[in-house]
């Protein structure tokens, strides 16, 4: 290699300083996706006994439809990478943001609960297109020396979206007089909880057409003037830009495209890593943490908690959630994936036995006794504290890092669809499993965050500090 060469690849590691905040600027408006994300996810809490009530139906047909959106992800999710190779990285960011508006408005106006659930389908659709792209983007955008920390707004903007939802459902209910189903501006609270993700859609819509295509898909449509322009704006105009261009070209011609039969093998027809990634995916999901963000008000009020207090109660349980981000994102380098796992799988064994506990006991003039009523409050925080700073971030570090080169990006798709599905089946199952016993649902989620201990310390090796080359 020259030393241009080497001198472009080094400049091309570390950001000029004047050049930082428009990047940074432009991993911020890409993670707008993910804002949506976690927004859209979460959002339907704040509806669930509004839409049980308004349709008249049972458990099972609500799980459904609330279920349902994560169809609409998988599908949004499998798609998303051949769409953005077609049309780009931006073009794949305003349909989903299209859809994401789409969705709000045909959702908070429903003309019935199918016309209901296909929306739903429609904001799924736009979560999985989120999903995939923006944290594509980032790191196609991102300058090498900081693409971790900006790879990480991507997962800072779920939570923070997540946690907006809650906080703009309970002041929307509060507005509403403490009743899901009172009138705001000529419709229900719950058709307005609904309808506000418009707002944020717009803004992401907007934003994307403030930033640039990524280098790497101008490139591969032959349009290498602009990448050079691209280039200079994210990792400065000293950079020797024909010879990031011919990197870049390398490596897109040098990389393997791995395929659904390159993950075959084995005694049980997937590699061993690739079902030990799917056993990441699954424990993910059935420790029962989606509980907390699709149903906890619902939870709360089947247990005596007034509804203004438990839509309060799922906004500060989602702070929780971003403050255990947060930690694990400062200690997933310092003390590894694999610790971090075994400690936040011992915290959800904790909290989700002590949740099991105090519902275990008959509710009295409608609610736990005032001893397990606080217990089962502060142990749901204390899961999904530990949730947060282990799997919640380990499993996506993990699945990034633990294939093989040469079916990374195949095994990575059959380990996030295990986890869509994984996600769908505790979804749809919640309602009718509280209904029959809500203490026996949580020793459920109990088991499966005791297995994922000897899970991980029997099958999972520590990707820290090892490069993605020698992982096979």
Known sequence: MTS????????????????????????AAAAMGGFLFGYDSAVINGAVEAIRDRYDIGSAALAQVIAIALIGCAIGAATAGRIADRI?????????????????VGSALPFALYDLAFWRVVG???????????????????????????GSFQQAAIVIGIAISQLVNWGILNAAGGD??????????????????????????LLSFAIPESPRFLISVGKETRAREVLAEVEGKDVDLD????????AMKSEHKSVFKDLL?????????????????VFQQFVGINVAFYYSSTLWQSVGVD????????????????????????????IGRRPLALIGSVGMVVG??????????????????????????IAAHVFVLFFALSWGVVVWVFLGEMFPNKIRAAALGVAASAQWIANWAITASFPSLADWNLSVTYVIYTVFAALSIPFVLKFVTETKGKTLEEMG
């Not at 009138?183 to 819509?205: D, F, H, K, S, T």
């Not at 275990?360 to 009523?373: E, N, R």
Request: charged share 15%; glycine share 10%; net charge neutral.
């Open 243 to 250: 010879a990031r261009v011919l990197e870049i070209e390398h």
């Open 352 to 377: 989700l036995a002590l949740e099991a506990w105090a519902f275990s006991f008959d509710l009295v003039d409608g609610k736990l006794p005032a001893t397990q009523g606080w217990v089962a409050l």
């Open 124 to 150: 799924g659709f736009a979560i999985g297109m989120a999903s995939v792209i923006g944290p594509a983007y980032i790191a196609e955008v991102a300058p090498a020396a900081y693409r971790g920390r900006l």
């Open 180 to 205: 899901q189903r009172g009138e705001i501006m000529g419709l229900e609270a719950w058709q307005v909880m609904l309808g506000v993700m418009v707002i944020p859609a717009v803004l992401y819509g």
């Open 307 to 334: 509804p203004t207090e438990s839509f309060f109660y799922s906004f500060t349980t989602s702070i929780i959630n971003i403050i255990g981000t947060v930690i694990a994102m400062i200690f997933v380098d310092r």
């Open 4 to 27: 241009t060469a080497q001198a472009s690849k080094s400049g091309a590691r570390e950001a000029h300083p004047e050049h930082l905040s428009h990047v940074i600027f432009i991993a």
């Open 265 to 281: 093998g084995g005694s049980f027809f997937f590699k061993p890593i690739v079902w030990i990634g799917i056993g990441l995916s």
């Open 88 to 104: 780009g990285r931006i073009r794949c960011m305003q349909i989903s943001a299209a859809l994401f508006i789409v969705s709000a």
